[in-house]
């Protein structure tokens, strides 16, 4: 079935560095959503990209889309302590929203 | 707030027992989408209805089942309970089919003993 991966599973950073997790489908996505998911909390939807090579900015954080639909990855710049969390894209498959592995991200002050 | 509800939000029980998890969609929400999530894992997708019918299935057990009724709201309920099905179960819900934004509710966490 469909596969999708995210790297790195944790990373630790210093307040102030920056983050990128990476996601990579096995296939071809019709689109990628970005979610996060503080401690203790439920997941909440960031951000949607739909074109091949789409690039999207939201304040600190900057989405992108693979040429071929079948990788995204989120970069934050200047990480905060607001930033904690597991952020997780999601890609659609025909019908069915297929979460990927996740990236625990911790941001010490 | 994302406007999905879900209760109860903790629930603990005995292995072998059922138990009913209930839902209820944003307003003007269609779809509603089903999740596990067990301790430091990822999102499982179960089963999704849309208006009444069941549209989507993940990889759900046949113990477990879900319905949605016709004021929208859902209800998951897990039968003959084994010590692995302790996870966190998210509600999700979106105003039509496919392809958009998903609003998860706080969720109800799940402890088999």
């Known amino acids: 079935g469909q596969q999708v991966m995210q790297i790195p599973q944790y990373q630790h950073v210093q307040e102030g560095e920056d983050f990128t997790t990476y996601c990579n489908s096995s296939?071809?996505?019709?689109?990628i959503q970005w979610y996060k998911q503080r401690p203790g909390g439920h997941p909440v939807f960031l951000i949607q990209l739909v074109k091949s090579g789409e690039v999207k900015k939201q304040k600190r954080l900057t989405f992108q889309f693979g040429e071929a639909k079948k990788n995204s990855s989120l970069h934050i710049t200047a990480t905060q302590t607001t930033d904690v969390g597991t952020y997780f894209c999601a890609g659609y498959n025909t019908d069915k929203l297929i979460f990927g592995t996740g990236t625990r991200l911790q941001v010490f002050p | 707030d994302s406007g999905v509800t879900q209760t109860p939000k903790h629930l603990i029980t005995a292995t072998g027992q059922r138990v009913t998890l209930r839902c209820s969609p944003r307003?003007?929400?269609?779809?509603v989408y089903w999740y596990q999530q067990s301790l430091d894992q990822g999102l499982q997708f179960l089963i999704q209805?849309?208006?009444?019918?069941?549209?989507a299935k993940g990889n759900i057990l046949e113990r477990f089942s879900a319905q949605q009724f016709p004021d929208l709201h859902s209800e998951l309920n897990l039968s003959s309970l084994e010590l692995g099905d302790s996870a966190l179960y998210f509600c999700?819900?979106?105003?039509?089919?496919?392809?958009?934004?998903?609003?998860f509710g706080p969720g109800t966490r799940l402890l088999v003993l």
């Open positions: 999700a819900s979106s105003p039509f089919l496919m392809g958009e934004t998903q609003y």
């Open positions: 307003s003007g929400d269609l779809s």
């Open positions: 209805y849309y208006n009444g019918e069941e549209r």
């Open positions: 296939t071809t996505l019709s689109n």
